[in-house]
């Protein structure tokens, strides 16, 4: 195939791109600019290498889901977030928590999807059920686990581990998927 095939090939698939496949990449774009966007604006002073690194890294998302572009982006706004940020719980490091969620279920839906299909209803249904508890469960997560740290609480990593992977298991089920072979 030719480059002008190639391109020709492109536009017609961007032309004929759905609805819910722009939807999915219109909240990546704008939840990964909050990811990138909050912790710089924080108090913990973010390094000045991760928005240069980040913001590149969205635009590859954006573009390609599909891609590694998506789990680079992820680890460097988390790596950026683990190096400076508090041990204590303030409303930057919640609202990029959710940030970060929300950036990797639109990811994961988008990354499914080639650019020109069209998406039902249903399907964006099964996509936004486990994503709204994943945005309610991520902040009380972190909310339980700073009381516990808070308390002293002896095995409180077991008990914030614990926690996670219960969120994890909801999510799991609220997305519809089984435990065996179907």
Not at 3 to 14: I, R, V
Request: charged residues 10%.
């Amino acid at each position: 195939m030719t480059t002008a095939e190639k391109l020709t090939l492109w536009l017609a698939q961007l032309r004929d791109t759905g609805r819910g496949v722009l939807v999915a990449r219109l909240v990546i774009a704008a939840a990964g600019a909050l990811a990138i966007a909050i912790p710089g604006t924080a108090a913990w002073d973010q390094l000045d290498l991760i928005p240069l690194v980040a913001i590149p890294l969205l635009a590859a998302t954006v573009i390609l889901p599909d891609s590694l572009a998506g789990v680079v982006l992820l680890l460097t706004v988390t790596l950026g977030w683990l190096i400076r940020a508090p041990a204590e719980l303030s409303w930057q490091l919640v609202l990029t928590a959710i940030a970060v969620v929300v950036t990797h279920l639109a990811t994961a839906f988008a990354a499914q999807l080639p650019s020109y299909v069209r998406v039902e209803r249903r399907a964006v249904r099964r996509w936004v059920v486990p994503g709204a508890i994943a945005l309610i469960i991520a902040p009380l997560v972190a909310i339980a686990a700073a009381l516990v740290k808070g308390a002293d609480v002896p095995g409180s990593l077991l008990v914030t581990v614990g926690a996670l992977v219960l969120a994890t298991i909801t999510i799991w089920f609220a997305a519809g998927q089984r435990l065996g072979r179907d």
